[in-house]
């Protein structure tokens, strides 16, 4: 049920508030969030804000406002930016495959070429899951 009340709070302008507020370093104001989203004026910060507050997404802090749960699922926050995990294991799978062809080519038989194919296949489907994951963000 909580899942539903993010998805639902987390559309448009409120996404794009929240987007900004979880890559802040420091709690932000209603007057911050409007400059630095160009919105048309601090009471549609503030409304945004407050829809954000109410579904338990961010918290007051000080002068400001933080992220207080990140609803991300299958993220990695490397400073500020978040990289899907799927992003992660497409890289792994494509090591797997590069060191599988150039070190293990010199012994090819049915079960290397039974891994190559499961390593490509779980490959496609990783990148699939990282192209899509991805576009999600704003």
């Given amino acids: 049920m909580k899942g539903e009340a993010d998805a639902d709070a987390l559309k448009g ?8 507020l979880f890559k802040a370093r420091q709690p932000e104001g209603i007057r911050d969030i409007q400059r ?11 409304y945004h804000v407050k829809k954000l507050l ?30 899907p995990l799927s992003a992660i294991l ?3 799978l494509a090591s797997g495959f590069v060191v599988m062809i150039l070190v293990l080519r010199n012994a090819p038989g049915e079960g290397y070429v039974f891994g190559a194919i499961v390593i490509l296949i779980a490959l496609m489907f990783s990148l699939f ?4 994951a991805s576009r999600q963000r704003i």
């Fill in 129 to 132: 899951e990282a192209i899509r």
């Fill in 36 to 46: 630095g989203l160009n919105l048309s004026s601090s009471s549609v910060a503030e």
């Fill in 13 to 20: 302008t409120t996404l794009r508030v929240y987007r900004y």
């Fill in 54 to 83: 109410r579904s338990g997404l961010i918290r007051e802090e000080g002068d400001g406002y933080v992220v207080d749960r990140v609803v991300w699922q299958n993220m990695i926050r490397m400073r500020r930016t978040a990289i």
């Fill in 90 to 92: 497409a890289v792994f």
